[in-house]
């Protein structure tokens, strides 16, 4: 059984930082594909960012430039730096993760679909 468990979430002003963290209990450099997605309310889930087990990395264009999404695979952690954030990013944040496909996949429509595994998300709030 897959697990994922995010931390970090919290409440900030605008232009302030905050960096999220999903732990996963596989060994996420053996093959995997790992996304953040968010939904606020009334809004469908969209992904935010992704990476997969060699590295590679994929944003939503209303975060280019602002996050920043990393893997440590000795601990099997992903973290999401989160710059400048202003109050259109508050939301639930999720991290997903399945085996490996294209990390593209993550920002495509409906690509929180591709993934079947979920953890259980922490609240990003963002006030002006």
């Known amino acids: 059984q897959v697990q994922l468990v995010e931390s970090g979430g919290g409440s900030v002003q605008a232009g302030e930082s905050l960096t999220l963290s999903c732990q996963v209990s596989v060994h996420f450099d053996n093959g995997y594909c790992l996304g953040w997605f968010r939904q606020a309310p009334g809004k469908e889930r969209e992904g935010v960012a992704g990476i997969d087990s060699n590295g590679m990395t994929v944003y939503a264009d209303s975060v280019k430039g602002r996050f920043t999404i990393s893997k440590d695979g000795t601990k099997n952690i992903v973290h999401l730096q989160m710059n400048s954030l202003k109050p259109e990013d508050s939301a639930m944040y999720y991290c997903?993760?399945?085996?490996?496909?294209?990390?593209?996949?993550?920002?495509?429509?409906?690509?929180?679909?591709?993934?079947?595994?979920w953890g259980q998300g922490t609240q990003v709030t963002v006030s002006s």
């Open positions: 997903a993760i399945d085996g490996f496909r294209p990390v593209s996949m993550v920002v495509a429509l409906n690509g929180a679909n591709a993934f079947g595994y």
